[in-house]
């Protein structure tokens, strides 16, 4: 029993240690405001998923939905599941034509198409809501 106590401290210390070897590898971000994008400078996950779905919001009013796909972007390549969420979330928006460029939407939906099965209805759904010349400009710009 003794030596099941001892393994047990020992245990705890190194993982307390370890604990404070990734602490002491963080970057010192300040409190407050600027603490998200210090964090998600230094490559936080977490943090850029929060300045993803910030962006995806003010996009949902604007009409802009570039900064939203660029960080869903970014999280979903590094196999993040939020980062994916947060890209079927925007490609939805695509998708629906919510977009202020329906162009670029069907642009942007055809370069993700190889790595989502679901952009392909999608992207046929937003074709319906474009102007014939629309849908040429969009072709014409894809990168297939």
């Excluded at 393994?7 to 998200?36: M, S």
């Amino acid at each position: 029993m003794k030596r099941l106590g001892t393994l047990v401290l020992v245990a705890f210390a190194l993982a307390a240690g370890a604990n404070t070897a990734a602490r002491a590898e963080e970057p010192q971000c300040p409190a407050g405001d600027g603490y998200i994008d210090c964090m998600a400078k230094a490559g936080d996950k977490m943090a850029m998923y929060v300045q993803g779905r910030d962006a995806y919001e003010a996009a949902r009013q604007s009409g802009d939905f570039t900064e939203a796909l660029r960080i869903a972007r970014q999280l979903a390549k590094a196999n993040d599941k939020n980062g994916e969420r947060l890209l079927k979330m925007v490609h939805l928006q695509l998708g629906w034509g919510a977009h202020r460029d329906l162009v670029q939407g069907y642009v942007w939906l055809t370069e993700d198409l190889p790595a989502n099965d679901y952009t392909g209805t999608l992207r046929k759904n937003l074709a319906e809501k474009m102007s014939a010349e629309q849908l040429s400009q969009a072709r014409a710009r894809v990168k297939e």
